[in-house]
């Protein structure tokens, strides 16, 4: 069973531009959680899809949106880059039951 | 407050110790996962848990549901269990995902 690809891996945007990244939950689960992780502030939700929809969000900005879709990829957008953007962005599969999580690797995003 | 507390938050052993790193939370929850991070970033779920005691190797984990606290134990500790280890609890109400603030540990050969 493959895990949960994040791609890229690794980005480096500009302070005003605009980035997309991308997770492929494990097949057959539905629902994927986003997460942004900062050394002051550790892991912080984003949001989570549920079968295309929404179900929950953080307290982030409006800068930060996502989309799921039919066959369970994600994407999330950040437009207009800070350097407090600068981050790691986890995303989890969440199995049927929704305690399972799996997370993949992470994409580390780097604003200059 | 937060709704997880992990202590400590730095830790460091030498190789053979025997390690604990506790979990306090104050939601309900239906289950508690310990997590582990290596640097370069990728997490991996440990253990999950919703009652008693799991094993796993060297790895214990425990939960006590009614005090709401949780132990993960790392016998005879080697340096590659160097790591952050976070622990993150699945809300009961609506299966968010909180977690603690994590516990730097390294292991000294």
């Known amino acids: 069973k493959a895990g949960v690809t994040q791609t890229p891996r690794y980005l480096i945007k500009t302070r005003g531009q605009q980035v997309t990244l991308s997770c492929s939950p494990i097949s057959g689960h539905r629902s994927v959680s986003w997460y942004q992780q900062t050394p002051g502030q550790g892991l912080q939700f984003l949001f989570e899809?549920?079968?295309?929809?929404?179900?929950n969000k953080g307290n982030f900005p409006g800068r930060f949106s996502g989309r799921q879709f039919s066959n369970s990829r994600s994407e999330m957008n950040v437009s207009t880059l800070e350097l407090g953007d600068s981050a790691l962005y986890l995303c989890?599969?969440?199995?049927?039951?929704?305690?399972?999580?799996?997370f993949g690797q992470g994409t580390r995003l780097t604003v200059v | 407050k937060n709704e997880v507390e992990q202590s400590p938050q730095n830790l460091t052993a030498q190789e053979g110790e025997f390690i604990t790193i506790n979990c306090s939370y104050s939601?309900?929850?239906?289950?508690l996962h310990w997590l582990q991070q290596h640097p370069g970033g990728g997490i991996v779920s440990l253990f999950m848990?919703?009652?008693g005691k799991k094993k796993h190797g060297r790895l214990i984990a425990t939960i006590n549901i009614q005090e709401k606290h949780s132990s993960l134990h790392i016998t005879a500790s080697h340096p590659r269990d160097s790591a952050v280890y976070i622990c993150?609890?699945?809300?009961?109400?609506?299966?968010?995902?909180?977690f603690g603030a994590g516990t730097r540990l390294t292991v000294k050969p």
């Open positions: 939601v309900g929850i239906s289950a």
């Open positions: 899809y549920f079968s295309e929809t929404q179900r």
């Open positions: 989890a599969s969440r199995g049927p039951s929704g305690v399972e999580a799996f």
């Open positions: 993150a609890v699945i809300s009961g109400y609506n299966n968010d995902m909180r």
């Open positions: 848990l919703s009652s």
